[in-house]
């Protein structure tokens, strides 16, 4: 009888749930949700930092590939479905930002999500088939001058941070691209390879075909230059005064409990502190961005904001 | 000579014990998920990547790709046995195969699909060593505008598929695509179709359509009439193919492999296309198209044989350019880079041992899949001596955990379960789910090439005639379309019309 009332006692204080349950977080394995098909960049990355960070956290961290929707299905799923306890995150890539100021989506950045740790970001550059006439950005402009429309450019998907900063870029450079989205980088590897489209914009995904001699790199989107390619300028040296490195990092659902937060904070922090996840992100160009809780939320806060310009600037705003 | 010495000293790395063994579990692991509906390789594949790190970058690989290619051969199994099809490639293999097994020729049925695979594998293997570098212009040189047109071509052959009318073949497709359209809109991101439900933004998933249309419905549909059962029993004693079938099966296996390399090649639907294109391909030329459908075992070894050839084929875009031609093997690509590796066009050059290691390996478990499957052959028809009573909650009980386990998701097992009682009800009035499924997973990709190619030509529909590849997919389709139509081609015709009519 005693074992049955102390049991019914765990049981309440389970139904009470938050502070009591997160002194024991976490009790079983974590599943973060990873919106991009497996073997991609993300999709690498994401797993060395999975799993270094399973080390500090005491519970293995399992990678779940919801791909679609240019990033925003896994994010919007777990907003929508997850509870709130600490054994759902995902990986929260611009978009998630940036989609709902284009269209009407079933999530709302600023509150849907629990904000943990911001990460890293990606290093974008632009590719065009090493076959082609291309041989630096200004032959592109030139030839864009002259046929307007005619330079087309493979994305992996619309809205993405690529979309938008060719879009960016062309305004600048006064001239007008053709936007064709395809689903990630694979794709459009092929297609500029094939010589389908004239240029590539994509995260490092090329970098074996650069290095190979198959694609030539024409623009990369950091601050500085990228030490694996140093004779590419950056979009800065070209004049355009542009940085684009679309960072990322990783929340829950709304109404996280903070001390579980900080469990995951801390556990992630370390994650990214190890020298080995350090090398395999060095492997796709990415470098680590790190960005606490607090620090997080308001980055999310100024982000929308910046979309928000950017975007209408563009025409590609929402407009009811 | 080059080659061959290439191959000695992949070989050399292909037989060291610890990747015999590496290769033995990858093919056996890939036997087993390929044999269990639902559990598809990739699931597999993602499970067992953390063991592989343990490892040599060569034993990991090597066992990872023996999933793959084992699962292929396993595949055909289910589709053979119970009409459940493993994945939209082995579709096709139901249409006869299960025919077959429902005659007591399952054996012969199961034999001729592991020859089969095993002479397709073996010859994807042999070209992959000679001429993969070659090819890898080919995979890039479909472009939208010639994927489309591929699709196309595709779905006028889907129409071969079909034994009842070409009216409600072509109305099945119809639905198919339109139920493919379901979800965010793969260029804008716009939901479509989807009534605000968020399960239903990432679309409805193709392993619970399948297993509904053709694994629950059969079920069903099989309750109806428990004697028809006998047959089976009786007949079981013929488990290898005879003299006859060898040699009836001999030009679709070789057909179908060349055919099926070539469109495993192509980055997307290739080993899908291929498997319904070589079902197509050997009843347009048989002079007995009749008896397709009701168990002609050409209508199993000439589609088996291409989509293990196009598994093999998949292997060229990864290993020249780096670039996954499907989800699998971006599960590999992944494989490669956590293990410090970057497939591509230095990866021949960079680590030859590895490259010519994974391809010989290939070789040896090709080999091991042989030995593997054959005796299990007599195993499997056995099965089919189970009573209803434990046969059927059997496949439906592993049909929900197959559905669930693909995608951790309950609303996926409504799905399939839905897709069941369509499936039922669509037997029941004479219309066949397998233009459907294949219309399912064409039609997403038709839209969004069509799409692409309009935004690159600028709206010009011309693109499509002026460039080579793509105007030689269209002619072939208007030839299929109108030959019917042509009095020289009637007489062929009506030999066609007997086999929808009857």
Same mark, same amino acid.
């Given at each position: 009888?005693? =074992?049955?009332?102390?049991?019914?006692?765990?049981?309440?204080?389970?139904?009470?749930?938050?502070?009591?349950?997160?002194? *024991?977080?976490?009790? #079983?394995?974590?599943?973060?949700?990873?919106? +991009? %098909?497996?073997?991609g960049s993300t999709d690498v990355a994401m797993r060395a930092i999975a799993e270094a960070a399973s080390k500090h956290l005491g519970q293995p961290i399992v990678v779940d590939n919801k791909a679609g929707g240019s990033g925003t299905v896994g994010p919007a799923t777990m907003a929508a479905t997850g509870k709130p306890d600490g054994y759902t995150i995902a990986q929260i890539p611009i978009t998630v930002f940036r989609l709902p100021l284009m269209q009407k989506t079933t999530w709302d950045p600023l509150k849907d999500f629990t904000y943990i740790v911001h990460l890293t970001g990606y290093t974008f550059g632009i590719t065009s088939n090493a076959e082609s006439q291309f041989k630096t950005w200004n032959d592109v402009v030139e030839y864009a001058k002259a046929n307007p429309g005619k330079v087309t450019y493979a994305t992996p998907g619309a809205g993405t941070s690529l979309h938008i900063g060719m879009e960016q870029i062309a305004a600048k450079a006064g001239i007008k691209l053709t936007h064709v989205p395809f689903k990630g980088g694979a794709e459009t590897n092929a297609a500029v390879l094939g010589g389908h489209t004239t240029l590539q914009a994509d995260s490092s995904g090329w970098k074996p075909l650069v290095e190979a001699g #198959?694609?030539?790199?024409?623009?990369? +989107?950091?601050?500085? &230059?990228?030490? =694996? +390619?140093? *004779?590419?300028?950056?979009? #800065?040296?070209?004049?355009? $005064?542009?940085?684009?490195?679309?960072?990322? $990092?990783?929340?829950?659902p709304k109404g996280m409990d903070p001390k579980v937060v900080a469990k995951l904070h801390d556990a992630l922090k370390k994650a990214i502190d190890d020298p080995a996840v350090q090398e395999q992100l060095a492997k796709y160009d990415m470098v680590v961005n790190y960005k606490n809780t607090e620090e997080y939320r308001k980055f999310v806060a100024e982000s929308v904001e910046t979309e928000k310009k950017v975007l209408s600037d563009l025409g590609l705003a929402k407009t009811n | 000579m080059d080659i061959l010495a290439s191959v000695a000293q992949g070989l050399g790395v292909a037989l060291q014990p610890v990747n015999l063994l590496a290769c033995f579990i990858g093919v056996f692991i890939g036997t087993l998920v390929g044999v269990l509906p639902g559990i598809g390789p990739v699931s597999a594949m993602s499970l067992l990547l953390p063991v592989?790190?343990?490892?040599?970058?060569?034993?990991?690989?090597?066992?990872?790709?023996?999933?793959?290619?084992?699962?292929?051969? /396993?595949?055909?199994?289910?589709?053979?046995?119970?009409?459940? %099809?493993?994945?939209?490639a082995s579709v096709v293999t139901c249409l006869d195969g299960h025919e077959m097994a429902k005659q007591g020729r399952a054996g012969a049925a199961l034999g001729i699909a592991a020859l089969g695979s095993f002479f397709a594998g073996t010859f994807a293997i042999v070209a992959l060593m000679l001429i993969a570098p070659t090819l890898a212009r080919w995979a890039v040189a479909f472009g939208p505008a010639e994927?489309?047109?591929?699709?196309?071509?595709?779905?006028?052959?889907? !129409?071969?598929?079909?034994?009842?009318?070409?009216? #409600?073949?072509?109305?099945?497709?119809?639905? /198919?695509?339109?139920? /493919?359209?379901?979800?965010? *809109?793969?260029? !804008?991101?716009?939901?479509?179709?989807?009534?605000? &439900?968020?399960?239903?933004?990432?679309?409805? $998933?193709?392993?619970?359509v399948v297993m509904g249309l053709f694994g629950i419905a059969e079920v069903l549909h099989n309750l109806e009439r428990p004697i028809a059962r006998e047959v089976i029993k009786t007949k079981l004693s013929q488990l290898w193919p005879n003299r006859a079938e060898w040699r009836?099966?001999?030009? %679709?296996?070789? &057909?179908? !492999?060349?055919?099926?390399?070539?469109?495993?090649?192509?980055?997307?639907?290739?080993?899908?296309?291929?498997?319904?294109?070589?079902?197509?391909?050997?009843?347009?030329?048989?002079?007995?198209?009749?008896?397709?459908?009701?168990?002609?075992?050409?209508?199993?070894?000439?589609?088996?044989?291409?989509?293990?050839?196009?598994?093999?084929?998949?292997?060229?875009?990864?290993?020249?350019?780096?670039?996954?031609?499907?989800?699998?093997?971006?599960?590999?690509?992944?494989?490669?880079?956590?293990?410090?590796?970057?497939?591509g066009p230095l990866l021949m050059s960079q680590n030859p041992t590895l490259f010519w290691g994974i391809v010989a390996s290939m070789y040896v478990g090709n080999a091991m899949l042989l030995v593997l499957n054959l005796p299990l052959v007599g195993m499997w028809a056995q099965l089919l001596r189970l009573p209803y009573n434990v046969l059927f909650p059997l496949i439906v009980l592993f049909s929900i955990v197959g559905v669930y386990c693909s995608s951790n998701n309950v609303f996926d097992v409504y799905v399939m379960v839905a897709f069941g009682i369509l499936g039922y009800l669509m037997r029941k009035v004479g219309y066949e789910p397998a233009p459907l499924v294949l219309a399912f997973v064409l039609g997403p990709m038709l839209e969004n090439n069509l799409r692409k190619a309009m935004i690159l030509s600028q709206g010009d529909l011309s693109t499509f005639l002026t460039r080579p590849i793509s105007a030689t997919c269209l002619v072939f389709a208007a030839a299929l379309l109108l030959a019917p139509l042509l009095p020289a081609l009637r007489r062929k015709r009506a030999v066609v019309a007997l086999d929808e009519t009857a």
């Open positions: 009888m005693v =074992n049955r009332r102390m049991l019914a006692l765990a049981l309440a204080a389970l139904a009470l749930g938050g502070s009591a349950l997160a002194q *024991d977080y976490p009790a #079983k394995p974590v599943t973060l949700i990873v919106p +991009w %098909p497996a073997g #198959k694609l030539r790199l024409l623009a990369i +989107w950091t601050a500085n &230059r990228s030490k =694996n +390619w140093p *004779d590419t300028p950056t979009l #800065k040296e070209l004049g355009y $005064g542009f940085v684009f490195d679309s960072p990322f $990092g990783i929340a829950g | 592989t790190l343990a490892g040599t970058p060569e034993a990991g690989i090597i066992m990872m790709a023996g999933i793959y290619y084992g699962s292929m051969y /396993g595949g055909s199994t289910t589709s053979i046995l119970v009409n459940i %099809p493993g994945e939209a994927y489309f047109s591929l699709m196309v071509l595709g779905l006028v052959v889907l !129409t071969f598929l079909t034994q009842g009318s070409m009216a #409600k073949a072509l109305l099945m497709a119809c639905v /198919g695509a339109v139920l /493919g359209l379901i979800g965010l *809109d793969s260029i !804008t991101a716009q939901p479509r179709l989807t009534f605000d &439900r968020l399960e239903l933004y990432d679309g409805i $998933g193709l392993v619970p009836a099966s001999a030009a %679709p296996v070789a &057909r179908g !492999t060349v055919l099926g390399f070539f469109l495993g090649i192509l980055p997307g639907g290739g080993a899908v296309i291929s498997s319904f294109a070589s079902y197509a391909l050997e009843k347009r030329l048989s002079k007995t198209p009749e008896r397709f459908g009701r168990g002609a075992i050409e209508g199993v070894a000439g589609p088996e044989a291409a989509n293990n050839a196009a598994a093999g084929g998949a292997f060229i875009p990864l290993m020249t350019l780096g670039i996954p031609p499907n989800v699998v093997m971006a599960l590999l690509l992944g494989a490669f880079i956590i293990h410090g590796l970057q497939p």
